[in-house]
């Protein structure tokens, strides 16, 4: 260090600006706690998990198992972005002071390595010191003071925002389970309104919508405060937040367009209802600005197939509350059309951020048409023993003579309803 002026001088000033940078970190990331604010925890976060995402494609039954991981893996790997920072700033700024300003206490040579400066700025931070080094100028006086403190505030603000991020992590959670179970297990909104209002008595049902909003802002405002609360995802489908954000925004549009004006007009007028669509409609813009790759999605006409899938999905919503004695709409067509329409305005923004969190379609809407499977030649999955194709066309001597004795199925029951 004594033949390199120049990097005496510039150790210290890109020690300093890395200090500053993990200081401002962890200010607009735990303390300032807007969401998508902090220079490095958010650019880190939505690149970690990119790549998580694009191992995940490769993993096939074991994906969602791998991606749970993700949200506590990520903790631990911004703390020690944070800490690591500091810990290389201070470093760099000791290292050209080993021997000048910071010297041995017992008065022999100081030794000018930058491992010597990595221990001498660890024990500064941890705040117990190093009893071979000790400061001798001013300003390393200073910077050491600095260091323990900020080491100090810096480890006690992440473990305090570690307890609060899963107090938050919780709270979510609560609510995702607390609708799975409303509507029966099923993830579905039509299930979930005819629960509200037993025998068509809505009476309980505002007060019960109301706790629906409250947790919801809760939920939205605990997304701005910790911004790593979205990247924790879980196995179980129930706990997918788009899935969440579907049962709600399509029971409010159920609400609107498929219960009587007359006798339930009141309810589409509560402030509950206006404060669980605003509160739910706040949580998809905001974060679709924040996460999502591409921006918010486009909103608009969709493709005729989604359209009439939509339709069919109304058409079953209201036969469920019909058979359940819900006093429905007496103008479907008119209903079904303002229920493609406020599908137009949500619907866009859950697919988009289902495909974001790798949470396939058939999760996210549980109701939703599963796709056909092509041929196989293996066996049945249901049925292991049933011959594989091969052995149909081609048995051999033994399958032949085990098919020939094997009993008449009898005659497949056919349900009234086809």
């Not at 700024?93 to 040579?109: K, T, V």
């Not at 570690?162 to 099923?186: D, E, K, M, P």
């Not at 919508?209 to 129930?238: K, N």
């Not at 605003?278 to 996460?291: D, F, R, W």
């Amino acid at each position: 260090m004594e033949e390199h002026p120049l990097l005496r001088f510039l150790l210290p000033v890109v020690g300093g600006a890395l200090v500053l940078l993990a200081v401002a970190d962890v200010f607009m990331t735990v303390l300032y706690a807007r969401v998508g604010t902090g220079p490095v925890s958010h650019r880190l976060a939505t690149a970690t998990w990119a790549t998580a995402r694009r191992m995940s494609r490769r993993l096939g039954r074991q994906k969602d198992a791998f991606l749970s991981f993700f949200g506590p893996l990520y903790l631990v790997l911004i703390m020690i972005v944070w800490i690591g920072l500091l810990l290389l700033g201070f470093t760099l700024i000791a290292w050209p002071n080993l021997g000048r300003g910071i010297q041995r206490s017992q008065g022999a040579q100081t030794p000018t390595d930058f491992a010597t400066a990595f221990y001498y700025a660890g024990g500064s931070m941890a705040t117990v010191g190093s009893g071979d080094l000790r400061p001798v100028s001013p300003a390393m006086k200073f910077a050491t003071v600095v260091a323990s403190v900020l080491g100090l505030c810096v480890m006690t603000l992440t473990l305090t925002y570690v307890i609060q991020i899963y107090t938050a992590l919780q709270r979510r959670n609560a609510l995702a389970l607390s609708l799975h179970h409303a509507s029966g297990g099923t993830g579905d909104a039509a299930v979930l309104l005819a629960g509200l209002g037993p025998r068509n008595d809505f009476t309980h049902a505002e007060s019960q919508l109301s706790g629906m909003a409250t947790e919801t802002t809760g939920v939205y405002e605990s997304h701005h405060f910790y911004s790593v609360l979205i990247y924790f995802r879980f196995e179980e489908p129930f706990y997918a937040m788009a899935r969440g954000t579907l049962v709600l925004m399509e029971l409010l549009a159920l609400i609107e367009t498929a219960l009587d004006d007359a006798k339930h007009g009141w309810l589409k007028r509560a402030a509950s209802i206006t404060q669980l669509r605003e509160a739910g409609m706040h949580v998809l813009t905001e974060l679709a600005g924040v996460y999502l790759p591409s921006g918010p999605p486009t909103v608009g006409d969709q493709d005729a197939a989604i359209t009439d899938r939509w339709r069919t999905r109304y058409r079953a919503a209201t036969d469920h509350l019909r058979r359940a004695g819900i006093s429905i709409t007496g103008d479907p067509q008119r209903g079904e059309d303002r229920y493609v329409q406020l599908r137009r305005q949500w619907d866009p923004y859950v697919m988009a951020f289902a495909h974001y969190w790798n949470t396939p379609a058939r999760r996210s809407t549980p109701w939703a048409p599963t796709p056909p499977k092509p041929p196989t030649t293996g066996r049945c999955p249901r049925h292991p023993s049933a011959p594989r194709d091969k052995d149909r066309l081609h048995p051999s001597p033994r399958r032949h003579a085990k098919l020939r004795t094997m009993p008449a199925l009898p005659p497949l029951a056919v349900s009234p309803r086809g």
